[in-house]
């Protein structure tokens, strides 16, 4: 079974904060995806990775950036949080590019 | 543009009643099609894809391409189908899955 893993499951923070927001998997996966949850608006992706130091804007990559430095770990970074990223953040991994998506079990991030 | 439309924010059927959710794609290549579901503090999985033409929790989907559409459906809903249903597609090689905005499926006895 794949395990993908975000390290914070409820996270408050302030504005003007960064956040840092982890995803690990153990399944050796080269496709890792940040989207962002919100009721009405579905999965938005944010960014994505088909490889170590690589990324890819997704459709809302404003206010956000991402880092992969080791294959299994893929970061989402919010330089200076806003109280319009209040959402839910999933991470997902996937073997093939376009194939089946393998979700962790969400951050869901408060900004006040 | 690559664009997958779910009509429907909230269907509500009665137990034992079929089901249909529907989901309307725009991409002009051959499209990869598949069904997410998400039930109450579960993790967003994989339900079907369309090439697989399989049948999942007697869920079945099937891709018309002439309408670009590939609706879900059941037979005979049952109270544990209760989720929220995203339909995504899989366009351009070495682009991500482009998710609809979902609908949620309440079943209710």
């Known amino acids: 079974d794949v395990k993908v893993t975000q390290s914070s499951r409820y996270l408050v923070k302030r504005t003007g904060e960064k956040v840092f927001l982890e995803c690990v998997q153990d399944?050796?996966?080269?496709?890792m995806f940040w989207y962002r949850q919100d009721p009405g608006l579905g999965l938005r992706l944010i960014y994505f990775?088909?490889?170590?130091?690589?990324?890819e804007k997704g459709d809302i990559p404003e206010g956000y950036s991402v880092s992969r430095e080791k294959k299994e770990r893929f970061s989402l970074i919010l330089e200076s949080a806003s109280t319009n990223q209040t959402s839910m953040y999933l991470c997902?991994?996937?073997?093939?590019?376009?194939?089946?998506?393998?979700f962790g079990e969400g951050s869901r991030l408060t900004v006040l | 543009a690559q664009r997958v439309t779910q009509p429907e924010k909230l269907l509500s059927v009665f137990k034992g009643a079929p089901v249909e959710l529907k989901c309307n794609y725009s991409?002009?290549?051959?499209?990869?099609l598949f069904w997410y579901v998400q039930y109450s503090r579960q993790r967003l999985q994989l339900l079907l894809r369309?090439?697989s033409r399989e049948s999942i929790k007697g869920f079945t989907a099937d891709l018309n391409k002439g309408e670009t559409s590939f609706h879900l459906k059941k037979p005979f809903a049952q109270e544990e189908d209760s989720a929220m249903y995203y339909c995504?597609?899989?366009?351009?090689?070495?682009?991500?899955?482009?998710f609809g905005k979902g609908t949620t499926l309440s079943v209710s006895s």
């Open positions: 990775s088909y490889d170590v130091k690589m990324k």
């Open positions: 369309h090439i």
């Open positions: 995504a597609l899989s366009g351009l090689e070495g682009t991500a899955l482009i």
């Open positions: 997902a991994t996937s073997r093939d590019s376009g194939g089946e998506l393998f």
């Open positions: 991409y002009s290549g051959s499209p990869e």
């Open positions: 399944m050796d996966h080269e496709n």
